[in-house]
Each structure stands twice: as structure tokens, then as C-alpha cells.
């Protein structure tokens, strides 16, 4: 059974950095594209980042582009988001998301998606 589990969230002053990891188990192929939301107490999810199967493409919105940047790890099935100059208005939890399937296409939109993880709070306060 496919799981994906996000992790690195937590507290950080203005300025500061976090990574998120988004860890895919239980899913047999390393064909899949990963994109990154995100969802404030009282605000509509966002699209924050998306990387393509096959790593070559990457998308940014842009609220965040130039701040953070996204990886990926074949060997450990796991994606990354290095999140550097945080702003209070970065406060949300964020959600990765799996989409199965080769190719070098970034999938930019929610409902593209077919399996999401849980969530992992992430709070920028001075």
C-alpha cells in the first residue's frame, strides 16, 4: 500500500530555513511526479513547488520561487523542499503529493494528484 509521509515541519523565526521530506513507501516504481502544497488556517490550498518524473522539470510558485527549491532522491524515495528566507505568510501546513507515471511533466494543480500524505505543519514566528 502506497504511503507517503512528509517530515522536517516545525517552528522557525523570519529568516530561518527548514527542509521538508516527503517519503513514498510501499509503491513499486520509481516513475512518479511529486508536487508540494500548502494550506493556511482559513485560505484555499496552494500549489507551492511540483518536480517531474524524471527530475527534469520543476515548478515554483510564486510566492516562494527563488526561496525554495526542490529535490529528489531516487534511491531513498524521497523528494526534498529546502525552504530558505521563511516569512510568517509561509505559515501552513504543507501536504506532498504523488502522481505515478515517467515522463517530464510537472503537474502543477491539486486534482492532478492521486495520493497525498498527511501533512506537516510548518510555523515562521518572530
Known amino acids: 500500500q502506497l504511503q507517503l509521509v512528509e517530515s522536517g515541519g516545525g517552528l522557525v523565526q523570519p529568516g530561518g530555513s527548514l527542509r521538508l521530506s516527503c517519503k513514498a513507501s510501499?509503491?513499486?516504481?520509481?516513475?512518479?511526479?511529486i508536487g508540494w502544497f500548502r494550506q493556511a488556517p482559513g485560505k484555499e490550498r496552494e500549489g507551492v513547488s511540483c518536480i517531474s518524473s524524471s527530475g527534469e522539470r520543476t515548478n515554483y510558485g510564486d510566492s516562494v520561487r527563488g526561496r525554495f527549491t526542490i529535490s529528489r532522491d531516487y534511491a531513498k524515495n524521497t523528494v526534498y523542499l529546502q525552504m530558505n528566507s521563511l516569512k510568517p505568510e509561509d505559515t501552513a501546513v504543507y501536504y506532498c503529493?504523488?502522481?505515478?507515471?515517467?515522463?517530464?511533466?510537472?503537474?502543477?494543480?491539486?486534482?492532478?494528484?492521486?495520493?497525498w500524505g498527511q501533512g506537516t505543519q510548518v510555523t515562521v514566528f518572530s
Open positions: 503529493a504523488l502522481r505515478a507515471g515517467s515522463g517530464s511533466v510537472c503537474y502543477r494543480f491539486q486534482d492532478e494528484y492521486e495520493y
Open positions: 510501499g509503491f513499486t516504481s520509481d516513475y512518479y511526479a
